[in-house]
């Protein structure tokens, strides 16, 4: 991996490394490192954990306390912090003036600093209420002298991962550093320690102000996976992971199977799983363009998959499919056997028999969570949106409707059947975008219409996409309806009961072409628009 982190190696001006300073939480790699330093001529400066590391391994290692004239104290909150150590990094080689007030004081310049952070991210994933042991993994000596060392790349270069120990040796056999390598390193060090402040940024927010908007929204992230392009192949694209993302996510799924994950797949799966988390009974979702094209749930998963492929099953050529239980073998048969072209699934796992059958298709991409999908463990943090030059910020959807929240407007109100079948509807037109109207029979998708300027098209769209199974169907539409022709589209289609948000000025047009069709209409109070 070495040279592939840096784009550009090497540059005019070259610094030799003659004292290094070594202070790291992860130690893999480090006393190879350091050893390759001492071959070079390099005197080595350490503290702590480290120190002892490289001393045991029969290095000749100079304690920062040595250096400084101070020992460690607080329990090891205070060892670096010292004019002695951040002179030796910051002192500008081209000024005179700053050598020699660093001469004057008897202190030595320092020209590489190799610094990690304190494990602050897996001290969260490990121990999560532990809050003293999450406060004391706070770094503060360590983003001090890696930003000192940032800033001060044109004399000093900066290594903040192991996976840059290679390129540096590399560099150094040549004589030095370059510029253009310490430039490059500069910019990492600046990255990792942002990211750093962000997760800590994030997780002491998220204790105490989960759905504040701060003043700022630093917003931590580590690269995933590279891909090989974006939305379309002439696009570049990488994934990035929140490292404290709780439930499921598609960051956190393990692949099991398949190809990398594209960029489309990636959006696919999370606004499947996103569908998915909102339903408790065995669930299936199909996903095309991140549009449900086929929505279920019954008794067992197998027949909601079957209910929620038949939907538009033309559409769901080339689908990401999300289930809120195990994959079974039975599901894995009807791929298999029907022939469906499936981009991925994502599921709390598979079984052993599902399993067997789709590795034998090399390109389907395989997701386990590893944990339940539903209701209970869904994230209702802030929803962010990046626009050209800015960021949206959101609180998440929590519409638990129940029949109770609903206002009858009709003088005939919903029967329990469609009371029921309307409830599965709002659940699933609050994820289709807007504006979207869709057709239900009992818990399962008939007709979808998305995405329209229109809301009377997206009515057409669902009536033409179920077809004949729309009559007897219930309609739900995400926002409320500026005429009837929305309604009298319904009444074509067979539609017996329609809930909505209402609030037009022309409502009540709207519940006299309901009363007319006798069909039931009711209000949530509430828009669910999806942009």
């Known amino acids: 991996m070495a040279y592939s982190l840096c784009p550009h190696r090497g540059g005019i001006s070259l610094v030799k490394i003659e ?23 390099v005197e080595l400066i350490s503290t702590g954990g480290t120190a002892r590391l490289l001393a045991d391994n029969g290095l ?49 310049p320092i020209d590489m600093v190799v610094i990690d952070l304190y494990p602050f991210k897996r001290t969260v994933a490990d121990s999560p209420d532990d809050m003293e042991a999450v406060i004391e993994n ?8 890696l930003r000192a060392a940032a800033k001060n790349y044109r004399s000093v270069t900066v290594v903040s991962s192991p996976e840059q120990y290679p390129m540096v040796l590399s560099e150094m056999r040549g004589g030095g550093v370059g510029e253009e390598t310490r430039s490059w390193l500069m910019a990492e060090a600046f990255i990792r320690s942002a990211n750093y402040d962000a997760m800590v940024a994030d997780v002491m927010r998220g204790r105490h102000q989960p759905e504040s908007f701060p003043s700022s929204m630093p917003f931590p992230n580590e690269k995933a996976m590279g891909l090989r392009y974006g939305e379309n192949p002439d696009q570049k694209a990488a994934f990035y992971a929140d490292p404290f993302t709780p439930g499921p996510a598609v960051a956190k799924a393990e692949q099991l199977h398949g190809k990398q994950l594209s960029f489309n797949n990636i959006l696919d799966l999370d606004k ?163 504006n979207s109207v869709v057709y239900v029979k009992g818990e399962r998708a008939v007709g979808i219409g998305a995405g329209q300027m229109s809301r009377v098209d997206s009515a057409m769209i669902a009536s033409v996409k179920g077809g004949e199974d729309t009559a007897g169907s219930v309609m ?22 329609i809930i909505q948000p209402g609030g037009s000025i022309r409502d009540q047009e709207s519940i006299d072409a ?4 006798g069909m039931a209409m009711v209000f949530t109070g509430c828009r669910v628009f999806r942009h």
Request: glycine letters at 6%; proline letters at 5%; aromatic letters at 6%.
């Open 60 to 108: 000749d290692v100079v304690e920062v306390s040595e250096v400084t004239g101070f020992p460690e104290m607080l329990d090891g909150r205070v060892k670096t912090l010292h004019p002695r150590i951040h002179a030796g990094i910051l002192a500008r080689r081209e000024v005179p003036e700053h050598m020699e007030s660093i001469a004057a004081m008897g202190i030595g």
């Open 138 to 145: 706070i770094d503060i000596g360590g983003p001090s002298m």
């Open 476 to 497: 739900a539409s995400d926002a409320f309806f500026p005429f009837r022709d929305g309604v009298d589209e319904a009444a074509k289609a067979g539609v017996t009961a």
């Open 19 to 41: 004292r290094a300073l070594l202070s790291v939480s992860d130690k893999e790699g480090v006393v190879e490192f350091a050893r390759e330093l001492a071959s070079l001529g």
């Open 272 to 434: 499947s799983l996103d569908i998915a988390m909102d339903f408790e009974r065995p669930t299936a979702v199909i996903m095309k363009h991140t549009n449900p094209c086929g929505l279920a749930s019954a008794d067992d998963v197998h027949q909601a998959f079957v209910s929620a492929y038949a939907v538009d099953p033309k559409s769901a050529f080339g689908c990401v499919i999300c289930l809120n239980r195990d994959c079974p073998a039975s599901v894995a048969e009807e791929i298999r056997d029907n022939k469906y072209f499936v981009e991925a699934i994502i599921a709390p796992d598979f079984e052993q028999g599902a399993l067997d059958i789709l590795l034998q298709r090399k390109n389907i991409r395989l997701l386990r969570t590893d944990c339940p999908i539903g209701p209970s463990v869904r994230n209702r943090g802030l929803k962010m949106k990046k626009v050209q030059g800015g960021l949206l910020v959101q609180t998440d959807e929590e519409l638990r409707t129940s029949s109770e929240d609903l206002k009858v407007v009709t003088r005939r109100p919903p029967s329990e059947e469609e009371m029921r079948a309307l409830l599965f509807a709002w659940k699933l037109v609050k994820h289709v975008w807007s």
């Open 514 to 517: 309901a009363d007319e069709h």
